[in-house]
């Protein structure tokens, strides 16, 4: 009886542990599809590159829907995923404001949940910190649908964009949703400029 009961049991706890895996896996896959197609419809939408500080509510604040940069794709893309990126990145810079650069790079003496999310080198930070921060590699097949992947433009300007599903015409590099000055764009650029940092979030 005993060792029926154990059989039970391991069959059980497998039975458990593969179907939590399985659901898992299909959580996932699921996020990186919302969050790319949350990115991919930003293309449709008529923004205007407008870098200037806006004062915005807190939290899940945005900036006007016809403005927006680089990082407002981003924030943007997050919140179809119920992910506040304002909120957590004002959390944990005001808990650890040391580590980010924010008084180095704008001579910051305090958190500004206004702007510090809109920022590059602070969503690196963040997503350093909490996330997963991966290779920077020059081949294609290292950057996955969903990876954020950062680039210092000429003149030491700060770039971040999307990797997503769909192919360059030639097939060899993922495109890339970003908006580097003309509104939220699905481009072949992966590999335009300098390649800064790779990151995933959220999304495992």
Same mark, same amino acid.
């Given at each position: 009886?005993?060792?029926?009961? !154990? ?8 039975? @458990? &542990?593969h ?5 898992n896996?299909v959580?996932? #896959?699921n ?8 990115a991919? &419809? ?5 923004? #205007?590159?407008? &870098?200037?500080?806006?004062?915005i ?15 407002? !794709? ?14 957590? !990145? ?5 808990g650890n ?13 305090? #958190?500004d949940?206004n ?21 920077i ?7 996955? &649908? ?33 908006? @580097?000055g003309?509104?939220?764009q699905?481009?072949?650029?992966? =590999? ?11 999304? =495992?």
């Open positions: 009886m005993s060792r029926l009961l !154990v059989s039970l049991f391991g069959g059980l706890l497998i039975f @458990i &542990a179907h939590s895996s399985a659901e896996i959580g996932t #896959t996020k990186t599809q919302t969050l790319i197609a949350a991919i &419809a930003q293309t449709q939408d008529n923004v #205007t590159y407008n &870098a200037a500080y806006f004062k509510t807190y939290p899940m604040g945005d900036v006007p829907a016809q403005y927006g940069v680089c990082t407002d !794709v981003i924030i943007r893309a997050y919140r179809k995923l119920g992910i506040d990126l304002q909120q957590l !990145v004002h959390e944990d810079m005001r404001f040391s580590l980010y650069p924010a008084k180095k790079n704008w001579g910051q003496t305090k #958190t949940a702007i510090d999310h809109r920022r590059v080198p602070n969503l690196q930070t963040f997503f350093t910190r909490h996330g997963k921060k991966l290779i590699s020059s081949e294609s097949q290292d950057y996955q &649908a969903g990876d954020l992947v950062t680039w210092m433009l000429p003149g030491n300007l700060p770039h971040i964009g999307i990797v997503t599903d769909q192919r360059s015409a030639d097939g060899l590099r993922p495109l890339i949703v970003h908006n @580097i003309a509104g939220p699905l481009e072949d650029m992966l =590999f335009d400029y300098t390649i800064s940092g790779h990151y995933r979030y959220a999304l =495992f």
